[in-house]
């Protein structure tokens, strides 16, 4: 599957944005997906995963109760709601997938990602 990351920008300290993730070349719902980002020097750091159905989600602990994953699988998209933003939330924010069928921990694991988007800066000024 191929994934297209976007809806990044400036946003203001204590604000929000929504990214999307667009799929496209398999069945949408066959996959977990997950949210990644990744600053300068760092390792990409875990955010959010969500399952085939959307049913069951799971957050890092840096993001949890301000973030919100979600999918529709109609559209083929998922989203990340993010509040309350940060200057530490300035990333570039990666989609990725696991197999096809896989479990939800395909994607809440860095090494068993199948396939990432290509990234999408999030600039968060104080």
């Known amino acids: 599957v191929q994934l297209q990351a976007s ?4 946003v203001q300290a204590g604000g929000s944005l929504t990214l ?9 719902s066959d996959y977990a997906i997950g949210w990644y980002r990744q600053v300068p ?7 959010a995963a969500i399952s085939w159905t959307g049913g069951s989600t799971y957050y890092g602990d840096s993001v949890r109760g301000r973030f919100t994953i979600t999918r529709d699988n109609a559209k083929s998209t998922s989203y990340l ?4 933003l940060k200057p530490e939330d300035t990333a570039v924010y990666y989609c ?3 197999s096809p069928d896989g479990p939800i921990i395909e994607v809440i694991r860095i090494e068993s990602v199948g396939s990432w988007g290509q990234g999408t800066l999030v600039t968060v000024s104080s």
């Open 96 to 98: 990725a997938a696991g």
């Open 20 to 28: 999307s993730c667009a799929a496209s070349g398999r069945t949408f």
């Open 7 to 10: 809806g990044g920008g400036l």
């Open 81 to 84: 709601q993010m509040n309350s």
């Open 41 to 47: 020097g760092k390792e990409r750091e875990f955010l």
